[in-house]
C-alpha cells in the first residue's frame, strides 16, 4: 500500500505541475510540424502531426529509439495517425541531457544509484506534454496512447511499473531490455537494489495490472542495433525476441501465483526484426494499442 500512496502523491504533483505549464494557444497544426514542451529549464522538442481530417481521435505519443530520432519516429506514425484517426506527438530526449540513466530507465537513479523525487524523473515529462495537448486542443479529458521502440520500448516499460498515469495502454516495441517483476534482478532489469518503496510487493502488483503491450517483432532475433550483451542483459535471453517473451511469461506466471490482477497484453507480428517503421506499420500495430 505504501507504494501506491507514494505514486499516486508523485502523480498528483506532476499533475499539478502540468497544469501550470499546459497554457492555451491555437490547436495542432495540420500535416507534421514541430513544437515545445516546457519541462523546468530543460524544455523538450516535440514533432507533431495532424491527420487532416481528425475530428475527436485520441493522443499517441511516440518514444524513440536510442538514436534520439524522433522526427523521423514521428513520421513513422503517420500510418498509425491516418489509420486510426490519431493525433501524434514525437517528444526528443538527446543523448547529452537524457543519457541511458535518464532516458531509458527513467532517471529514476543517477549514476551513483541514488533514488531521485518523483517530478525530476523523465517519466514525468509525458503527463506535461499530454496537458499541453489537451489544452491546446480544449480537449482536457483527451485519452492517450504510448508506444516506444527499442530504447523507447525500454523507457515504457519501465514507466509502466513507476508512473504509468492516465495512459490507456502503454506499448513497448522491441526493447532490448526488460524489466522483470523480480527482485532477484537488479534495477533496471528488475525491482533489485531499490528502496522498499519502489519494490515491494505493492509496486509489482501494480506492475502487473499496468495496461502493458510488449510489441514483439518475430524476426528480431540477431545482436544488432546497440544491442544489451552484459551479464544481466543475457540473463534475460540471447534475443530481444526471446527477452520479451521471457519477460511476459514471468509476469503471467506470477499474477498466477499470486492471484493478482494482470492486465498485460503480448502481440507478435511475423518476421519483422529490429525496424521500427515496419513495426509501426504492420497491422498488428493496431491490435497492439488499441485490441482488446
Known amino acids: 500500500m505504501q507504494g501506491k500512496l507514494i505514486q499516486g502523491a508523485a502523480w498528483g504533483l506532476v499533475l499539478a505541475l502540468a497544469r501550470v505549464v499546459a497554457v492555451a494557444s491555437e490547436p495542432l497544426r495540420v500535416g507534421a510540424d514541430r513544437m515545445e514542451c516546457p519541462n523546468g529549464g530543460e524544455p523538450i522538442e516535440v514533432f507533431t502531426y495532424k491527420p487532416e481530417a481528425y475530428k475527436d481521435g485520441p493522443l499517441l505519443v511516440v518514444c ?22 490519431v493525433l501524434v506527438v514525437a517528444p526528443r530526449f538527446d543523448k547529452e541531457r537524457y543519457p541511458l540513466e535518464r532516458y531509458q530507465r527513467g532517471g529514476l ?40 521502440h527499442s530504447a523507447g520500448g525500454q523507457f515504457l516499460v519501465r514507466l509502466a511499473a513507476f508512473f504509468p498515469g492516465e495512459a490507456v495502454r502503454i506499448v513497448a516495441a522491441n526493447p532490448g531490455s526488460h524489466l522483470f517483476p523480480t527482485r532477484d534482478q537488479e534495477f533496471g532489469y528488475g525491482f533489485g537494489g531499490l528502496p ?96 482488446q
Open 64 to 85: 524513440h529509439g536510442v538514436q534520439r530520432n524522433a522526427e523521423d519516429y514521428r513520421n513513422f506514425a503517420i500510418t498509425l495517425a491516418e489509420r486510426f484517426g
Open 109 to 148: 537513479v543517477d549514476k551513483a544509484g541514488q533514488v531521485q523525487p518523483a517530478e525530476a524523473w523523465t517519466y514525468a515529462v509525458i503527463p506535461k506534454l499530454v496537458a499541453q495537448v489537451r489544452a491546446l486542443e480544449g480537449k482536457p479529458q483527451l485519452p492517450y496512447y504510448l508506444i516506444g
Open 196 to 291: 522498499e518503496t519502489l519494490s515491494s510487493d505493492d509496486v509489482l502488483r501494480g506492475y502487473l495490472a499496468a495496461r502493458l503491450t510488449l510489441y514483439l517483432g518475430t524476426g528480431d532475433i540477431t545482436p544488432e542495433h546497440s544491442f544489451d550483451q552484459s551479464t544481466a542483459g543475457m540473463r534475460q535471453g540471447a534475443n530481444r525476441l526471446e527477452r520479451g517473451r521471457a519477460c511476459f511469461a514471468a509476469a503471467q506466471a506470477l499474477a498466477k501465483a499470486r492471484g493478482w490482477i494482470f492486465n498485460w497484453r503480448k502481440v507478435e507480428t511475423p518476421g519483422i526484426a529490429h525496424e521500427a517503421a515496419l513495426m509501426f506499420a504492420a497491422k498488428a500495430a493496431g491490435e497492439a494499442l488499441f485490441g
